[in-house]
């Protein structure tokens, strides 16, 4: 499986050796090293500006992610005008999220005043409007505010992320440790607002973690970035809402299997994570609402307790009454952004494609992951189009989310998807293979087994 990467551009003495060197180092770095993500960080001149800009454009990466560093938390004025207008004219247009703090996006807009929550939004808004598809603006340094208040925008929905102020001296180096830590995220496969709420989240527990730290005599210490290794309350550190490698074995249900079988749902449910599914979709076609509710609510105990995410097939109503972890919606069902307006930055969606187009709209909609199919012909859904093998990889390879492959797959099968060894293809979903047989466990686990093995072939 290919290796995610991202690089961290922060150049302080980059403008001492020559342009062309810098060139070349950059050039060798993003076309040798499989990079996916780059990250900018403080650039000193135009020039670099220009060189970075004209690299990325001879070697295109997943996501550029730019921390416009110009005026850190303390007021220090880190880049002069030209870079500023190096950031407006060249680079934010090439972004994919730009993360200024509110000195940073006052500047960027022109020195406009930025007192308020309300200020925040209409310069997110404007900041889009110079090309970033996504703009996080920062809003610790908001006066008056007992929250740590960020926006995030994407062009469509404004999303107000709060975080409880940590009074600590040791704030040196958040912002950059934000930009980096999304980049982190976007390589390993989340979406960009998973990948900010996950950022988000790490630096609330890492000012926390290092609030008494004294290191130094300077009016701000760094924080700990190392909590994670040393952190052993795992209590203290909430659970990742969505985890790309939960798609490993996908159990999709299907009532019609449960009535053959003489089953409940939840009783599949609960043979299929005792199996070892690692995540649970509800594809209840003939449910009634009110029995589905309650089945939902049934099966979202189990899987709470086996730590795997229960979603809800279409029906955005039965996710939000049950409080399900998401959704899956197809081509034809509620749009992603819509789903995402519905039920929060929190909840999971995927979205099913076919086409790499399908699946840049899936990500542009704020989905988590995509289920693309069918890979081989099925009996389960009528008129389903088989992409195959070559369908599948196309849309891996184009594809910024993590992806599930679905269709026509069981034992016979399964090992050659993993074996593709594709980027972002995390797992298999399956419906027939688990669920239209007599023993759901041990089905599941024969299947776990399996794609274990693929997956340590191609790692
Ligand atoms: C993981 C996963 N991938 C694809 C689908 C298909 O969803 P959809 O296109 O909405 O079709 P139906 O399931 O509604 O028939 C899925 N359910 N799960
Ligand atoms: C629900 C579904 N969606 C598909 C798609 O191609 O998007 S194929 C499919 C049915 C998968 O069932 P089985 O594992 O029994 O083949």
């Known amino acids: 499986m290919a290796t995610a990467h991202f690089i961290h551009l922060h150049a302080h003495g980059v403008n001492m050796v020559p342009e062309d060197f810098v060139a070349q180092q950059l050039n060798a770095v993003l076309s040798d090293m499989n990079v996916d993500v780059v990250k900018t960080g403080m650039l ?19 996501a550029l992610v730019v921390d416009p560093v110009m005026i850190s938390t303390s007021g220090d004025i880190l880049a002069g005008p030209s870079v500023l207008a190096g950031f407006r004219d060249e680079l934010l247009p090439m972004a994919d999220i730009v993360t200024p703090n509110i000195k940073e996006a006052s500047v960027l807009l022109g020195d406009v005043p930025m007192k308020s929550v ?39 929905e404004f999303y107000q992320l709060s975080s409880p102020r940590v009074n600590t001296r040791n704030t040196h180096g958040t912002g950059c440790t934000l930009a980096s830590c999304i980049a982190a995220e976007l390589a390993k496969g989340s979406s960009m607002l998973s990948a900010v709420k996950i950022a988000k ?25 190392f909590l994670a290794l040393k952190n052993t309350n795992k209590s203290s550190c909430r659970q990742d809402r969505f985890n790309p490698s939960d798609l490993f074995l996908y159990a999709v249900t299907d009532s019609g299997m449960n009535r053959k ?11 299929a994570v005792e199996g070892g599914a690692t995540i649970v979709q509800l594809r209840e076609k ?72 399908q699946a840049h709209q899936a990500w542009i909609g704020g989905a988590d992951y995509i289920g693309s199919g069918g890979v081989y012909p099925t009996n389960t859904k009528a008129n389903n189009r088989t992409i195959g093998l070559d369908g599948l990889t196309e849309v891996c390879k184009a594809s910024k989310l993590p992806v599930v492959a679905i269709g026509g797959i069981g034992m016979s099968n399964a090992r050659a998807v993993m074996e593709l060894g594709v980027p972002n293809l995390k797992g298999v979903a399956v419906v027939s293979a688990l669920f239209d047989r007599e023993c759901i466990v041990t089905e599941t686990r024969n299947l776990h087994t399996a794609l274990s093995e693929a997956a340590l072939l191609i790692q």
């Open 44 to 62: 000193p001149s135009l020039s670099v500006v220009k060189v970075l800009c004209q690299s990325l454009r001879k070697f295109p990466v997943k």
């Open 118 to 156: 309300s200020d925040m939004r209409t310069a997110a808004k404007l900041i889009h409007d110079l090309g970033p598809r996504n703009v996080l603006v920062k809003g610790g340094d908001l006066p008056n505010s007992p929250d740590a208040i960020d926006i995030f925008y994407d062009g469509k």
């Open 201 to 225: 989240r790490f630096i609330e527990s890492a000012l926390d973690y290092s609030r008494d730290l004294v290191i130094g005599n300077g009016v701000q210490g760094p924080f700990d970035h």
């Open 261 to 271: 079988w003489g089953r409940s749902i939840a009783e599949a449910v609960k043979a």
């Open 286 to 357: 003939d449910a009634d609402t009110r029995d589905f509710v309650d089945a939902a609510k049934v099966c979202l105990e189990i899987c709470r307790s086996y730590g795997v995410p229960l979603l809800i097939n279409d029906r955005i109503d039965v996710a939000l009454a049950s409080d399900a972890d998401g959704v899956h919606v197809g081509q034809s069902d509620m749009p992603a952004h819509v789903a995402r307006t519905l039920l929060g930055p929190e909840k999971i969606i995927g979205v099913s494609c076919k086409t790499p187009e």
